[in-house]
């Protein structure tokens, strides 16, 4: 049975939410829980921590000099590579049928030989060898329990060491993905603000005994039947009713956690799968699932979610973008595949040894909301 | 060619003008008439399109703006008899008479408006366009055009037919004419031709007719009540409590009901309400539009669908809500249709032990009776006072500083209480705010938006204060405490009775109005039966002589 009731009084770092709900469903994992309280995403990006000076070698380059040192690798000369350019880079991206440089570029992987779509075909690619990002302060977690190794981060705001989070070495050299945490980098933002509006909402429960106190909780991460409901100022609308996406594929999303001093983290480390929009991640996964959430001042809660994530996935959206997400958001996807892979750290390859994962953290931003259990009624 | 059609232009707008002038000195003059005299209003903007929509279908758009409604003594149906009209507001006027004649007769309509045919669909056509002008000029005017009126019209139509060699925009132009006209902006008040014996008179079939369905249904008399008219039945007392009979039956009772209520209240003000988006992010214009019709569709629900007392919207706790204003409620409300869909609206009933009881709670109240970023115990409680209970709060005197108040940061007056305690140590300020303050703060758990809270600057708020000596702790018992003001059920009869004379009660009707507020008393206040009540005496009809001698100066 669904039922819908106030909250308790809740702590002073999270006296702010009033939304409750508290899922039937939830008695199975927690018999004594007696509240819940769920929130939607309302912003998504890579928890990206980048300073001046953290890439020595200075930035990778932006895509109409990366399409000349393309255009040289394929061993054109200097001056056809300047003719190319000339003729062809103020050309209309997508238009594929007139637009020289552009054929050539898509075309540039080669598989036994033959000329092949680059971006379907990363590894095709001669590596270009980007530059890869070099700083010390990165967000995460010790995801491999191992603490301090001579590749982990110090967390620039938990201080926690032996943080794992190598896919900030792969993108934080890149200017479009360059950025502070709560801000977002260019890509991201124009990610998320294309698929922000339709992607059906993530969301997040918490449930415990009494989650005024200090104590063990469940967390729950599941995806809502529609998109998040905003502001008149743009701004997302706490508060709002959804309904939980009864999809079987979400019940396992289910994680022990605790609240300490308001801080909310999950303390069992499983596997995390999500679906989102086409355009970004139509899979989610992360193995060895971490997450360590806050609400701030604004009432908004601010959550970092960590864990390794299948480089294959995360490519996804650079490459099925073609060569529109060079010129829009991931100058040189083939480039960063071969990055990813260089620093990929967990599930090798059985055969050729080669990791298929990069530990990854992602910051997530929410509000607090009624969800819904539209199955079970209310 | 374009000379002759400008040329006709001006002799419609110019037609429209004359008559608008002479109309705005009668009404001026029947409005300076204090005593009883019955005034000649003009339609709200809502009335308008009510009209519209029943001579012309509801896929007619207006695409104008109405001149800004006029309140007075809190009402702006009463204001509605007072209001002049500029330059630019008959401009606009026109304008949208325009665009609506032009939509009703256009090639697709002209079918279904037209009775006949014109000869020839270049040429003019007087008899198609008599006919035509004849039944639309009458529903417009709501009663029979006269021969003179008639002709005027369709002599509009011949000249146009004729400048642009088409009879549709010939037509058009004299429709438009029509539409511009006093007759039909304003709601006459014709009277009967002799007076009583105390030498008032009584409105006439047609007058009679109008007022009723406006009344009742803040829109024109349907074709029964026209036709009893025009049989001479509304001039027995029998045949008019058939008629308001057959009315208050009616589905079309909750637009009057609405209509009244959201006079009342003083809803307009949401239209234009605006809050700040950072510390009230949630209010919006959305947010604004189903507050008043939350407000709205609570109280027609209470006492039209279900004849409820009117005092019980004070600690009712059924309403409706949509989506969005559930959100500032805080409370879930599943919106089971597609992404992107309209929101739809849902029976909703706070639970018990819930906050929000009655309308006094709705954001409708709350938020209206707020500034734009802090709430406002004082407006909440002059609103209170004025718009609930009828009773008359002061102005504040022109040279008080109001810098406590409006200082929701001062550490030292960590609550809206604190601030106002520190403000009434001025005597100049205490009188007064003794009268809102303490009633207000009892309201004092609803922000800026309308949104709960317990406290405010981490201060806990304390919703307790006193109406009329009757102490409350919260809102819930503010609510019931209203309900039981004797003020709170006086009130409503004194504006219901003013909203269908369209003036304030005279002197020598208040004996009649104690009689109809016992009667709604007697029936359970029940407001339907308040209407009837208003409705079938002879004092909603009645106009003191100096009326007459206005209109009958104005007619020689």
New interface residues.
């Given amino acids: 049975m669904t039922t819908?009731a106030r909250s308790k009084n809740l702590p002073s770092k999270l006296g702010s939410l009033?939304?409750l709900?508290l899922l039937g469903s939830f008695a199975a994992f927690d018999a004594a829980a007696t509240e819940s309280k769920s929130f939607v995403m309302s912003s998504f990006w890579h928890a990206a921590n980048n300073l001046e000076g953290d890439c020595p070698g200075g930035l990778n380059p932006r895509y109409k000099e990366q399409w000349a040192k393309n255009l040289a690798d394929l061993g054109y000369s200097p001056r056809e590579v300047g003719e190319i350019m000339e003729r062809n880079v103020n050309g209309d991206a997508l238009d594929y049928e007139h637009n020289e440089l552009m054929r050539i570029m898509v075309n540039r992987g080669r598989i036994n030989g033959q000329a092949v779509n680059a971006y379907a075909h990363p590894v095709a690619v001669k590596d270009p060898h980007l530059k890869s990002w070099n700083g010390k302060l990165a967000y995460g977690f010790d995801l491999d329990g191992k603490g301090v190794t001579p590749s982990s981060f110090e967390d620039p705001e938990s201080h926690e060491k032996g943080i794992k989070h190598e896919l900030a070495r792969v993108l934080g050299c890149n200017e479009q993905f360059r950025s502070r945490l709560r801000e977002g980098g260019a890509a991201w933002q124009f990610l998320w603000t294309a698929v922000k509006e339709?992607a059906p909402v993530w969301t997040i429960t918490v449930t415990g005994d009494d989650l005024s106190k200090d104590g063990p909780i469940t967390i729950q991460f599941g995806r809502g039947?529609?998109?998040v409901?905003r502001?008149?100022?743009g701004?997302a609308?706490?508060?709002?009713?959804y309904?939980a996406d009864p999809d079987p594929r979400f019940a396992n999303n289910i994680y022990k956690g605790k609240i300490e001093n308001g801080v909310i983290s999950v303390t069992e480390f499983g596997h995390l799968f999500l679906i989102q929009e086409p355009l970004l991640y139509p899979r989610f996964t992360l193995d060895k699932f971490h997450a360590r959430m806050q609400m701030n001042k604004n009432g908004v809660l601010e959550i970092l979610i960590a864990g390794y994530q299948p480089i294959d996935e995360i490519y996804h959206w650079c490459g099925s973008a073609n060569i529109c997400a060079d010129t829009n958001f991931c100058a040189e996807p083939p480039g960063l595949y071969h990055l990813m892979r260089k620093f990929a750290d967990y599930d090798p390859d059985p055969q050729a040894g080669q990791n298929r994962a990069i530990s990854a953290t992602y910051y997530l931003e929410a509000v607090p909301a009624?969800l819904?259990d539209?199955q079970k009624g209310? | 060619m374009k000379r002759r059609l400008l040329l006709s232009t001006i002799l419609a707008i110019g037609g429209a003008l004359t008559t608008f002038a002479d109309a705005r000195a009668e009404a001026g003059q029947a409005a300076a008439a204090s005593d009883g005299a019955a005034v000649m209003r003009r339609l709200t903007p809502e009335q308008y399109a009510n009209v519209i929509e029943e001579v012309f279908g509801p896929a007619i758009e207006l695409g104008g703006r109405f001149e800004p409604d006029l309140r007075v003594d809190s009402l702006n149906e009463v204001g509605s008899g007072r209001v002049s009209m500029s330059a630019t507001g008959m401009a606009q006027y026109y304008l949208m008479a325009r665009s609506i004649a032009s939509q009703a007769l256009s090639e697709k309509s002209r079918k279904v408006m037209l009775p006949c045919a014109p000869a020839s669909a270049q040429e003019p056509d007087d008899a198609c366009a008599a006919q035509f002008l004849n039944h639309a000029g009458g529903l417009l005017f709501r009663r029979p055009l006269t021969e003179s009126e008639l002709s005027i019209y369709v002599k509009t139509a011949h000249e146009g037919a004729v400048t642009t060699k088409d009879f549709y925009t010939g037509l058009s132009l004299s429709l438009a004419s029509v539409l511009s006209s006093p007759q039909f902006l304003y709601r006459q008040t014709t009277v009967a031709s002799r007076p009583d014996h105390n030498g008032a008179y009584t409105l006439d079939a047609y007058a009679k007719a109008t007022r009723l369905s406006f009344f009742l249904w803040n829109s024109m008399p349907d074709a029964a009540l026209m036709a009893a008219a025009e049989k001479g039945e509304l001039n027995s007392d029998k045949g008019v409590a058939k008629q308001i009979s057959r009315m208050l039956s009616s589905p079309r009772l909750s637009e009057g009901v609405r209509a009244f209520f959201a006079d009342m209240l003083q809803l307009d003000g949401l239209s234009t309400l605006a809050k700040d988006s950072v510390l009230y992010p949630k209010f919006d214009t959305i947010v604004a539009r189903d507050a008043r019709e939350q407000i709205l569709r609570t109280i027609t629900n209470h006492v039209v669908d279900n004849r409820g007392d009117y005092r019980d919207i004070f600690t009712a706790r059924t309403t409706f809500l949509t989506q969005q204003l559930a959100s500032v409620y805080q409370v879930p409300l599943v919106n089971d249709v597609p992404n992107g869909a309209a929101d739809t609206w849902q029976p909703y009933t706070f639970a018990a032990g819930d906050p929000r009881v009655g309308i006094l709670t709705q954001i409708a109240f709350v938020a209206l009776n707020s500034q734009p970023g802090r709430s406002s115990p004082t407006l909440r409680g002059k609103a209170l006072r004025e718009v609930i209970m009828c009773q008359k709060v002061p102005a504040p005197p022109a040279e008080v500083k109001f810098d406590i108040v409006q200082d929701t940061s001062n550490p030292e007056y960590k609550t809206a209480r604190a601030r106002l305690t520190a403000h009434r140590a001025n005597p100049v300020c205490a009188g007064c705010h003794k009268l809102m303050d303490p009633m207000g703060l009892g309201l004092e758990n609803f922000d800026g938006s309308g949104a709960f809270r317990t406290k405010e600057n981490e201060t806990v708020i304390d919703t307790s204060g006193e109406l009329d000596n009757v102490k409350f702790n919260n809102a819930v018992e503010l609510g019931k405490v209203v309900r039981e003001n004797p003020a709170t059920a006086s009130c409503v009869v004194d504006r219901m009775v003013a909203y269908g004379l369209g003036r304030p009660v005279t002197r020598t009707e208040m004996a009649w109005v104690d009689l109809v507020k016992r009667a709604f008393a007697k029936d359970g206040y029940k407001i339907p039966d308040l209407m009837q009540t208003i409705a079938r005496s002879p004092e909603f009809f009645r106009s003191e002589r100096r009326t007459t001698e206005t209109q009958k100066a104005s007619a020689n």
């Avoid at chain 1, 609308?237 to 009713?241: E, G, Q, S």
């Fill in positions: 819908l009033a939304a709900v339709s039947m529609e998109g409901k502001n008149g100022n701004t609308r706490a508060d709002m009713t309904r009624y819904v539209v209310r």
